[in-house]
């Protein structure tokens, strides 16, 4: 799998968008961008995935770059229940053993 | 059930002695996955169960730790001579085939070795 690169920590105000930056320049074509978060003593929750298009639901917006070696996490509206860490990671669903690795993520604080 | 469910919640347990974690997947998911979670650390792959092909073992850390699954049900982690750096959060996800859609995450077993 593509490693990706992420900042350690950002800040965001409540009510204002969380814009997470996720870097993955080694990227294949077959190999999906995902985003996971982990809030404190939880396990880690799925969040959305994409391949090229952008994508949205109810949690989060992916943006994706035209040439796919980055991508961006939108939270619109952050709260203070969205402090976690976010991970993001991609991973293609063709091959057998393709093990769902986490690396460090960011910690992000969302501010009152 | 709704959701991945992971027995015990907690244990704490004296070094030496074995333990025995339990992992109840999301009915019809066919992979699995163990993790471990060390105190203000990342998450540590340790096994792999998709459905009824060989599992992934790559990440477990010594011949102490051992993980069964019969087909797509329940999982077990078995850690013999537990040792103090054992201690930490064992985490189960499990998916739909290779989780295409993400996989769902159990809260996890609190394992404390003293």
């Known amino acids: 799998d593509a490693k990706t690169t992420q900042p350690p920590s950002m800040d965001c105000a409540e009510g204002r968008a969380a814009n997470l930056p996720c870097n993955h320049s080694?990227?294949?074509?077959?190999?999906?961008v995902y985003w996971y978060r982990q809030i404190h003593s939880q396990g880690p929750q799925y969040i959305i995935h994409?391949?090229?298009n952008n994508e949205t639901n109810e949690m989060a917006s992916l943006i994706i770059t035209e040439d796919r070696k980055s991508s961006t996490l939108i939270l619109p509206h952050a709260t203070l229940r969205d402090t976690a860490v976010y991970y993001c990671?991609?991973?293609?669903?063709?091959?057998?053993?393709?093990?769902?690795?986490f690396g460090a993520g960011t910690i992000l604080r969302v501010k009152s | 059930g709704a959701g991945v469910s992971q027995s015990p919640s907690n244990k704490v347990t004296e070094k030496g002695k074995d333990v025995e974690l339990r992992c109840d997947p999301i009915?019809?998911?066919?992979?699995l996955y163990w993790y471990r979670q060390r105190l203000g650390q990342g998450l540590e792959f340790l096994i792999y169960f998709q459905g009824n092909s060989a599992p992934d073992k790559s990440g477990l850390p010594s011949d102490r730790f051992s993980a069964e699954r019969t087909g797509e049900s329940v999982s077990t982690l078995t850690i013999q001579r537990t040792q103090q750096e054992d201690s930490a959060v064992y985490l189960c996800?499990?998916?739909?085939?290779?989780?295409?859609?993400?996989?769902?995450f159990g809260s996890g077993t609190r394992l404390t070795v003293v």
């Open positions: 990671i991609v991973r293609s669903h063709e091959t057998y053993g393709n093990k769902l690795v």
């Open positions: 080694t990227i294949s074509g077959n190999e999906y």
């Open positions: 009915s019809g998911h066919t992979a």
């Open positions: 994409g391949l090229k």
């Open positions: 996800a499990s998916s739909l085939f290779r989780g295409e859609q993400g996989y769902t």
